[in-house]
């Protein structure tokens, strides 16, 4: 598809809007609808349309597999890292009060990482399993 | 009176939609119906008040889910299902009749919809909804209970997909091998 | 007729349920039956969040001036099962690609006649 000039220049710019969407998402999930399921969701869905327009080799290179499978398991690593290191700091495991100086501030904080690991596992996932299928065709 | 129509219509078209992706037999149109449908539902939901599922159903349903499904039928070359040649429709259609029976009879029971004086909104939600702010700060009450009142099974659920996208790189993550139908051995290269 | 506009999102939830249920159970195609464990899995989605609306109330973002919220319950718990299902069919597609690769087929009874005759 890399001979199609209306899909070569739209996709140029928009991907880079679609990747600050997901990021504004993925931050203010707060604040209004979204969080991390979604903005994992909406990034992968940025790569997965330039590999789609540029050739499936452009799009491994964008991001290695062997980076795909370390951010994969980052993200389950900070979700429960956030647990044990509320298990350090005396409280329960995920109880978010005690990693701040109030206990809202800690919930914030904790509500914080825990959607950057999730964004970061689903985001990861979603490129594996499209790389895998597409990569599967090749000779 | 004007959302009443709406769901009307919207439901409606659901139901076309999917009776359609029954009907037909040629694999790709049916994929871009179920896409279709998605879209579909996700408007169900916006009207039915839940953004964050509508997002989520949307980005998921009719973007991820749609694209794998095109890329396993680009990858089997199976553009039409085989018209049935010695299909019995009637022991599915009985059972899938006195299913939906039994179901709509379960329902007779239930509250009307949109009624705010039904059990379900009586416990568990005017606690999260009163003190999601005071406790944890955070405006949206579907991000508070779902990272913080109910942390775990959020962490289940990173789990399981973390496991899909292992078990999806093992079972096809390598090159694909030569080999004849029937004798496939199972392993393959890694990158 | 309150009775009938209470409940009939209810029963076209049920019905979407019936549909994808027929296709799973009776049509041999696997991406189809896929299609159709979808489908059911959707109108489920669908039954949930009708139960969870409150008539004249917003959605779940505490904001000045609003009384009325729907209930963010249900949202949550179909937030998980969104997540799980695409997870649940890509490992299925997964499947189908490496049935195709081993049989040479996917439709089911061509499958069950290899897997007979062996």
Same mark, same amino acid.
């Given at each position: 598809?890399?001979?199609?000039?209306?899909?070569?220049?739209?996709?140029?710019?928009?991907?880079?809007? @679609?990747?600050?969407?997901?990021?504004?998402?993925?931050?203010?999930?707060?604040?209004?609808?979204?969080?991390?399921?979604?903005?994992?969701?909406?990034?992968?869905?940025?790569?997965?349309?330039?590999?789609?327009?540029?050739?499936?080799?452009?799009?491994?290179?964008?991001?290695?597999?062997?980076?795909?499978?370390?951010?994969?398991?980052?993200?389950?690593?900070?979700?429960? &890292?956030?647990?044990?290191?509320?298990?350090?700091?005396?409280?329960?495991?995920?109880?978010?009060?005690?990693? &701040?100086?109030?206990?809202?501030?800690?919930?914030?904080?904790?509500?914080?990482?825990?959607?950057?690991?999730?964004?970061?596992?689903? *985001?990861?996932?979603?490129?594996?399993?499209?790389?895998?299928?597409?990569?599967?065709?090749?000779? | 009176?004007?959302?009443?129509?709406?769901?009307?219509?919207?439901?409606?078209?659901?139901?076309?939609?999917?009776?359609?992706?029954?009907?037909?037999?040629?694999?790709?149109?049916?994929?871009?119906?179920? &896409? @279709? *449908?998605?879209?579909?539902?996700?408007?169900?939901?916006?009207?039915?008040? /839940?953004?964050?599922?509508?997002?989520?159903? /949307?980005?998921?349903?009719?973007?991820?889910?749609?694209?794998?499904?095109?890329?396993? @039928? /680009?990858?089997?070359?199976?553009?039409?299902?085989?018209?049935?040649?010695?299909?019995?429709?009637?022991?599915?259609?009985?059972?899938?009749?006195?299913?939906?029976?039994?179901?709509?009879? &379960?329902?007779?029971? @239930?509250?009307?919809?949109?009624?705010?004086?039904?059990?379900?909104?009586?416990?568990?939600?005017?606690?999260?909804?009163?003190?999601?702010?005071?406790?944890?700060?955070?405006?949206?009450?579907?991000?508070?209970?779902?990272?913080?009142?109910?942390?775990?099974?959020?962490?289940?659920?990173?789990?399981?997909? *973390?496991?899909?996208?292992?078990?999806?790189?093992?079972?096809?993550?390598?090159?694909?091998?030569?080999?004849?139908?029937?004798?496939?051995?199972?392993?393959?290269?890694?990158? | 007729?309150?009775?009938?506009?209470?409940?009939?999102?209810?029963?076209?939830?049920?019905?979407?349920?019936?549909?994808?249920?027929?296709?799973?159970?009776?049509?041999?195609?696997?991406?189809?039956?896929?299609?159709?464990?979808?489908?059911?899995?959707?109108?489920? *989605?669908?039954?949930?969040?009708?139960?969870?609306?409150?008539?004249?109330?917003?959605?779940?973002?505490?904001?000045?001036?609003?009384?009325?919220?729907?209930?963010?319950?249900?949202?949550?718990?179909?937030?998980?099962?969104?997540?799980?299902?695409?997870?649940?069919?890509?490992?299925?597609?997964?499947?189908?690609?490496?049935?195709?690769?081993?049989?040479?087929?996917?439709?089911?009874?061509?499958?069950?006649?290899?897997?007979?005759?062996?």
């Amino acid at each position: 598809m890399t001979n199609n000039l209306i899909l070569r220049v739209v996709s140029k710019s928009l991907i880079p809007l @679609i990747i600050v969407f997901a990021l504004y998402v993925q931050f203010h999930g707060d604040y209004g609808p979204g969080g991390g399921f979604q903005a994992g969701v909406i990034m992968s869905a940025a790569i997965i349309l330039y590999a789609l327009v540029f050739g499936l080799d452009a799009g491994e290179q964008v991001i290695p597999s062997t980076m795909l499978r370390i951010l994969a398991s980052l993200g389950v690593l900070i979700y429960a &890292g956030v647990g044990v290191v509320t298990l350090f700091l005396g409280g329960n495991y995920l109880d978010y009060s005690v990693l &701040g100086g109030t206990r809202v501030a800690g919930q914030h904080l904790g509500i914080l990482l825990v959607e950057l690991g999730v964004g970061m596992t689903v *985001f990861s996932v979603m490129l594996i399993i499209f790389f895998a299928f597409a990569g599967r065709g090749r000779p | 009176m004007i959302d009443v129509f709406i769901d009307v219509i919207l439901l409606a078209f659901l139901a076309i939609t999917a009776v359609s992706i029954v009907r037909m037999t040629n694999l790709f149109a049916i994929i871009m119906l179920f &896409g @279709i *449908f998605s879209f579909l539902s996700a408007a169900m939901f916006v009207v039915m008040d /839940a953004v964050d599922v509508a997002f989520t159903e /949307a980005a998921v349903g009719a973007g991820i889910s749609t694209v794998l499904m095109l890329a396993t @039928i /680009a990858l089997t070359r199976d553009h039409h299902e085989k018209a049935s040649v010695s299909h019995r429709p009637w022991l599915p259609l009985t059972v899938v009749i006195v299913t939906g029976a039994a179901l709509v009879y &379960g329902t007779l029971d @239930i509250p009307g919809f949109g009624d705010p004086e039904a059990p379900a909104q009586m416990h568990v939600a005017p606690y999260y909804i009163e003190r999601s702010v005071a406790e944890t700060g955070v405006p949206n009450v579907v991000t508070a209970v779902l990272a913080s009142y109910r942390g775990f099974d959020t962490l289940g659920e990173v789990i399981v997909v *973390f496991t899909a996208g292992i078990a999806v790189m093992l079972l096809i993550g390598g090159r694909r091998r030569k080999s004849n139908a029937g004798s496939n051995e199972g392993d393959e290269n890694d990158k | 007729m309150d009775f009938i506009i209470g409940h009939y999102n209810y029963w076209i939830a049920i019905f979407l349920m019936m549909t994808g249920f027929y296709t799973v159970i009776s049509r041999g195609n696997l991406v189809k039956k896929i299609i159709g464990l979808n489908i059911f899995q959707v109108s489920v *989605f669908l039954l949930y969040i009708s139960m969870s609306t409150v008539k004249g109330g917003a959605a779940p973002i505490i904001t000045e001036g609003v009384k009325l919220y729907s209930n963010p319950l249900p949202h949550v718990l179909i937030l998980t099962a969104i997540v799980v299902g695409v997870a649940t069919t890509a490992l299925g597609l997964a499947l189908v690609v490496r049935i195709k690769e081993a049989y040479g087929t996917i439709e089911e009874d061509e499958i069950h006649q290899q897997d007979h005759s062996l």
